[in-house]
Nanobody, 125 residues
């Protein structure tokens, strides 16, 4: 089992930055792809970014490309999401997830086996 815990959320003004962290426990995540998703009030959970096991390959949703950066530190069993130039429409609960089966479409919720409880990000205009 993998337990995931997000941190780093908060309230920020439009144009500001936040860095989210996702720390895993129970098992190493160093061989698994990881992802970030978000869910705004009244909307479905959506893909934000994913990173392969080594950190050498990343992929982003068009809505965050050029503003967000996903990274990982396998020695710390932690994945990060650096969010810059934040917009009010980025307001959501952000979740990290682990794809323990290591295959499939990593933009799809169903490919992820373990999820954190989420951290709230609120961007004021």
């Amino acid at each position: 089992q993998v337990q995931l815990a997000e941190s780093g959320g908060g309230l920020v003004q439009a144009g500001g930055s936040l860095r989210l962290s996702c720390t895993a426990s129970g098992r190493t995540i160093s061989t698994y792809p990881m992802g970030w998703f978000r869910q705004a009030p009244g909307k479905e959970r959506e893909f934000v970014a994913t990173i392969n096991w080594s950190g050498g390959s990343t992929y982003y949703a068009d809505s965050v490309k050029g503003r967000f950066t996903i990274s990982r530190d396998n020695a710390k069993n932690t994945v990060y999401l650096q969010m810059n130039s934040l917009k009010p429409e980025d307001t959501a609960v952000y979740y990290c997830a682990c794809a323990a089966r290591r295959g499939g479409d990593l933009t799809a919720i169903k490919e992820y086996d373990y999820w954190g409880r989420g951290t709230q990000v609120t961007v004021s205009s």
